[in-house]
């Protein structure tokens, strides 16, 4: 389960939005407490504390896939540890399409991590979905999202 703020998540559709046409990405900062009921990592729980806003570099396709500056990645661990949270978890957007977790999405999938993924209709949010990666077959699979 993740738990994420109204205010951050009205601040993640507002970027999504104002992204649109083309995908938005950056990090969740945050604290992750591991499950214990499961050995999937399914049950572990997601809290959601900062955000941190990144460029979508990609040139030929960007209404379709996201990527990141090289460097971004270490850039933000950094940022984490200062701020005493860790990167938990990415974010992204899919104009005019559901947020579904694609196979790009599934290829690049990393255990204890939170996927969250905006779907933005014709501008405007559509819906918001999570994902996790349950390691015992290595696919991403929904979670609750629980906004407070």
Known sequence: MVKISTKTNNELVDISEKGFPY?????????LEYG???????DNQFHIKEILVCE??????PEIRFEMKEGEYQQAEYTAKERGLRIIG?????????SYASPTD?????????????SIMSSKFNELKGYILNTKDWELQETKIQIT
């Open 23 to 31: 995908e938005v990405c950056g990090f969740l900062l945050g604290e």
């Open 36 to 42: 214990v009921k499961e050995s999937n990592g399914m």
């Open 56 to 61: 979508n570099i990609n040139k030929e396709t």
């Open 90 to 98: 990415i974010y992204h957007s899919h104009p005019n399409h559901q």
């Open 106 to 118: 599934n290829l690049y999938a990393q255990p204890d991590t939170i996927y969250l993924i905006y």
